[in-house]
């Protein structure tokens, strides 16, 4: 199985700030890397796609980046609805794995 | 509108067996992949296994593979997961997801969700 490490566990950061989460792949994924956004007590809701596509009804602040074994997940402009888990996951041959998670908090 | 609709959440015992559903609405379901994943109590997410219910192709992730059956009937648009022998280990949300195509190529990831299936297992 490809094994998918997400950086950091955890970070806190205040509205306005700038955020990257870091995705590093075991193996080269191309850009079959995928993003998402948890809420407690919800289902995770897709933010980016092949590694840079913005899924539609994202909001432009979010972007990713990135191919190979290394991609990242940037928040331009954090928003109080921002703070949340967010997870990478490989598409790039079954079975597909979820990184470990990266959990967003409010400064 | 697309949407997937579980079951409702479950209370079980070791050793029983378990059937989980997922209803798909508003497209066509044997063309999209469904997958299901797991959410163990404040943990991650774990990606179980994937079927194309057109002609019920299933991949499995090793850690789930024996353990788990992933079924779908299409004659009434829905996927299954199921077990034989529940485990207190077991105890988990369980999230179906469709597909995500683009131009129609699947691209791997997966942009509706089920509302979740909370399955219990205790003695």
């Known amino acids: 199985d490809i094994q998918m490490t997400q950086s950091p566990s955890s970070v806190s950061a205040s509205v306005g700030d700038r955020v990257t989460i870091t995705c590093r792949a075991s193996?080269?994924?191309?850009?079959?890397l995928a993003w998402y956004q948890q809420k407690p007590g919800k289902a995770p809701k897709l933010l980016i796609y092949?590694?840079?596509s913005l899924q539609s009804g994202v909001p432009s602040r979010f972007s990713g980046s990135g191919s190979g074994t290394d991609f990242t997940l940037t928040i331009s402009s954090l928003q109080p609805e921002d703070f949340a888990t967010y997870y990478c996951?490989?598409?790039?041959?079954?079975?597909?794995?979820f990184g470990q998670g990266t959990k967003l908090e409010i400064k | 509108e697309v949407q997937l609709v579980q079951s409702g959440a479950e209370v079980k015992m070791p050793g029983e067996s378990l059937k989980i559903s997922c209803k798909g609405s508003?497209?066509?379901?044997?063309?999209?992949?469904i997958a299901w994943v797991r959410q163990m109590p404040d943990k991650g997410l774990q990606w179980m296994g994937i079927?194309?219910?057109?002609?019920?192709?299933?991949t499995y992730s090793p850690s789930f593979q024996g353990q788990v059956t992933i079924s779908a009937d299409k004659s009434i648009s829905t996927a299954y997961l199921q077990w034989s022998n529940l485990k207190a280990s077991d105890t988990a949300m369980y999230y179906c997801?469709?597909?995500?195509?683009?131009?129609?190529?699947?691209?791997?990831?997966?942009?509706?969700w089920g509302q979740g299936t909370m399955v219990t297992v205790s003695s």
């Open positions: 996951q490989q598409a790039n041959s079954f079975p597909y794995t």
């Open positions: 092949a590694a840079s």
């Open positions: 508003g497209y066509s379901f044997t063309n999209y992949w």
């Open positions: 079927i194309y219910p057109g002609n019920s192709d299933t």
């Open positions: 193996q080269g994924i191309n850009s079959w």
């Open positions: 997801a469709i597909g995500l195509y683009y131009v129609g190529t699947f691209q791997g990831a997966f942009d509706i």
